[in-house]
């Protein structure tokens, strides 16, 4: 597997006009002692990447058109000849930030939908109104042929809404939806017993094969649930078929499931660089030191791609190098980012045993 940086997430600020409840950066509308940096720095940044690599770099936040200069940012960055893609919440989209985003080059935006009604949705986002907020920029967006995806995170809370959710966004017209299951980091860590245990998370990722092998226009991926790698090859072997995955497109999914530190990375309003959004450990900062340098040579980076050091029921699995299980959630659990995944029901026979047969 080559290293490369493709995909950069970019907190452009903390700053957030929504509240939910598993905010992975803990986000309100005061970001107090985390300031956004200047339009200079910015640049200064986007420079030192692409002097490097050609990744995608999506600015995020808590909500990046909180920014006046979000749109400055970006044309800077399609300027360079990065591919600059947008996430965001949706609720401050209107006629004229369409504009801007066409005007900037965003090649993909992304929005998050929870539910697919306003009951459930503005329930997970601690907002009344931000359901309607949603489809008020999809409809936008559709108008002004603006390409975007859908993320949709599950909790117990809203796990029945995946099938009605993928219906809708099917309908609504997105390029991809991406299924993704809570990592308990940020004000995530508060709804710990909301978490989806791994039986039940075996189960809807078993649903989202069924549903993606007949799947032919929408992109689906469950994103950061890694196992879905070894249920796949698991399925195919099992039914007998060969399941031919389509190219994803501004997803960190890929050839491998967990790519934190491996092929992904966010840097966050401070300039930290961390293997992904919901892994709360800095590889370094871009402040201080070149962007490459970090991706190069920092221990955490390298400990991340060395799956034999990977531990317990993940260091036995055959299915490692596919899968490697969430970094994130291992860190969260047990304060060991290399241990095993905590939400993965399968208990490998071991590496050992395999290597018999
Ligand atoms: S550690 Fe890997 S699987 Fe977990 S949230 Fe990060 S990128 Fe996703
Ligand atoms: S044990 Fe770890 S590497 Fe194996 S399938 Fe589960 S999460 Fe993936």
Known sequence: MDFEPKWIAWEITRRCNLNCVHCRSSSSLEATGHPDFSLDEAKRVLDDIKSYASPVVVLSGGEPLLRPDVFDIAAY??????????????TLVTEEICGKIKEAGIKMVSLSLDGSTAAVHDNFRNQPGAFDGTMNAIRLFNQH????????????????EAPKLYELVKKLGATAWYLFMIVPTGRGEEIMEELIPASEYENILNWH???????????????????????????AKEDGEKFKRRTLQFSTGGSKGCLAGQLICLIDVDGNILPCSYFPKAAGNIREQRFQEIWEQSKLFLELRDFKSYKDNCGRCEYVNVCGGCRARAYAISGDYLAQEPFCAYHSRGVDFYERQ
């Open 77 to 90: 960055g399609t300027g360079l000849g990065l591919r600059m893609c947008l996430a965001t919440n949706g």
């Open 145 to 160: 042929g603006i390409k975007f995806l859908v993320n949709s995170s599950f909790t117990q809370r809203n796990k029945e």
């Open 209 to 235: 094969y069924d549903m993606e092998k007949e799947e032919h226009e929408l992109l689906v991926r469950p994103t950061c649930a890694p196992q879905y790698y070894r249920i796949v090859l698991q399925r």
